[in-house]
């Protein structure tokens, strides 16, 4: 390590004062106007010592080379959408909130290389509605609205990754700013698809939760929007069977199939329970589970055909006894019923989540387990399930009672918590399929995160991160 690192350090108050000089004053936010910043979208709250709002990649690196001096900690902060707490700065009222909102820049569009630099603070929504107009999209598709630098932060997934692949497949570059003594810019936004000149060193940011480096801008790797699209809705008797169908699915319509999300029939009920306005698309049909199944082309003028051969398709599963009944519907009419179930979820108990990731081969026999594990050790819950089935991806919800609230202490959870991701490990899978690490997974990825791998990645962080000055979640 770099002696000049292991001297003393001046502190949060001499941070904040070369803070004040670095950026005009309604950049640099204390007290209640820290308040917008102090939660993500899971139940972590914390305490900002105060909030950074830089306008572009200089000021963001003077003010990691003030951090690095003075020993302060940022913590990168996007959309706070997350799930895991991780742009949330702790509880000690010592860690300052880096947020990244101010820069939201589309720097560069090349339509005819299907490519878009855009800055770290824009959203999603944002940069797509710029794209629009040309026909094209950056094909992450999830039901919040994440900025640029939390998308790559975290690695999102999303319904759509079974063909487009999360966030780190849709990257062709970064620009990140590290936590070394000359706050370094790395500009590696080259919009480049051919590219070995080197190890590929944007991906060490890829999912790092804000760890490694500052992202202050992403080059994208932009698809075609679809011209046909098909959705449909189909009542299975089980997971065995859902398994089956989307592997009928694939053969039939290839990278086609766009989505393939399932959810029990249990967690259809609640959702329809508590959103009476939602129309259940096939009521008379008793099923395990069910499917909703798009199938999409970039290429116009295919939707009759999509809809001849998913009929033709329909019918063989459901002489095959694979499906009871199915139901082609306009996709608003459908995705409701699978993004309104949290809420629904939580209008009825007390929701304890799991974001867990399977061999797609294993997720049938893994729910039958879970259940099993889950009546067995915890009658009073009950188990509720959607998720990107297609990729292997499974929200699995354990609800508990509010009467029962009170015996479930947080050491009483922590041990249910482990216990479930105990038999995720046994059928080969991760605890944390889409939303990372952060204050509320650490605990599971020091008990299930290989052992190497967590001495690896504690090398890192201290390799590029020496003074300890960045992020939420420490490797080391
Ligand atoms: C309703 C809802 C639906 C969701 N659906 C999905 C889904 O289908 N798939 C999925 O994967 N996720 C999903 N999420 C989770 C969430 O939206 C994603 O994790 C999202 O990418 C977070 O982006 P953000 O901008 O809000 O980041 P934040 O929450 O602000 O930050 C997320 C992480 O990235 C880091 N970070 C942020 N900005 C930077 C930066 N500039 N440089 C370095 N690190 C940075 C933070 O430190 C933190 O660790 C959902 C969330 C909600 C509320």
């Not at 329909?314 to 179930?341: N, Q, V």
Request: hydrophobic residues 45%.
């Amino acid at each position: 390590m770099d002696a000049a690192l292991l001297a003393p350090a001046a502190g949060l108050d001499a941070f904040l004062a070369e803070a004040a000089a670095l950026l005009p004053p309604d950049a640099l936010l204390y007290g209640d106007a820290c308040a917008p910043y102090q939660a993500d979208a899971s139940s972590c709250r914390g305490q900002a010592a105060a909030v950074l709002l830089p306008s572009d990649a200089a000021a963001v690196s003077a003010l990691l080379r003030a951090a690095v001096r003075h020993r302060a900690r940022l913590v990168p902060q996007g959309n706070l959408s997350g799930l895991v707490g991780g742009a949330v700065p702790d509880g000690s009222g010592r860690q300052v909130a880096l947020s990244l909102a101010r820069m939201r820049r589309l720097r560069a569009f090349d339509p005819l290389n299907r490519s878009a630099v855009s800055e770290a603070g824009m959203p999603l929504s944002e940069l797509n509605r710029q794209l629009e107009p040309h026909g094209l999209w950056l094909p992450i598709d999830v039901g919040s609205d994440p900025a640029v630098g939390g998308l790559v932060g975290a690695n999102t997934g999303g319904s759509r990754l079974l063909r487009h692949g999360d966030v780190r497949r849709n990257l062709l570059g970064l620009e990140v700013v590290l936590a070394d003594e000359q706050g370094s810019v790395l500009d590696l936004t080259a919009p480049l698809r051919k590219n070995n000149a080197g190890i590929d060193l944007k991906q060490l940011f890829v999912g790092s939760g804000g760890a490694l480096g500052v992202v202050t801008a992403a080059s994208w790797d932009l698809k075609r929007r679809d011209a046909s699209t098909l959705t449909l809705f189909a009542a299975l008797p089980g997971r065995e069977a859902a398994l089956a169908m989307l592997d009928a699915c694939e053969q039939r319509f290839g990278e086609m199939l766009s989505a393939f999300e399932v959810m029990g029939a249990p967690a259809l009920a609640v959702t329809l329970r508590h959103f009476p306005a939602l129309r259940h698309p096939l009521a008379d049909s008793p099923a395990g589970c069910y499917a909703l199944v798009e199938i999409a082309s970039a290429m116009p003028g295919l939707d009759a055909l999509l809809r001849e051969q998913a009929e033709s398709l329909l019918a063989g599963l459901h002489e095959r006894g694979l499906i009871a009944d199915a139901a082609f519907a306009r996709p608003e009419a459908l995705w409701p019923l699978r993004d309104s179930l949290p809420l629904a979820l939580a209008a009825e108990g007390l929701p304890l989540s799991f974001d867990v990731g399977l061999p797609r081969s294993r997720l049938p026999a893994f729910h039958a387990a879970a259940e099993r594990w889950l009546t067995g050790e915890h009658p009073e819950l009950r188990l509720y399930d959607f998720g990107h089935f297609g990729d292997g991806g499974c929200h699995l919800i354990a609800l508990l009672p509010r009467e029962h609230a009170a015996a479930y202490s947080p050491a009483k959870l922590a041990v249910l918590k482990s216990g479930l991701y105990r038999l995720v490990a046994e059928y080969g899978g991760s605890f944390s399929a889409e939303h990372g690490v952060g204050p509320l997974n650490a605990a599971f990825y020091r008990k299930f995160a290989d052992a190497g791998a967590q001495r690896l990645a504690a090398g890192l962080q201290r390799l590029l991160d020496p003074a300890a000055a960045l992020g939420r979640h420490r490797y080391d």
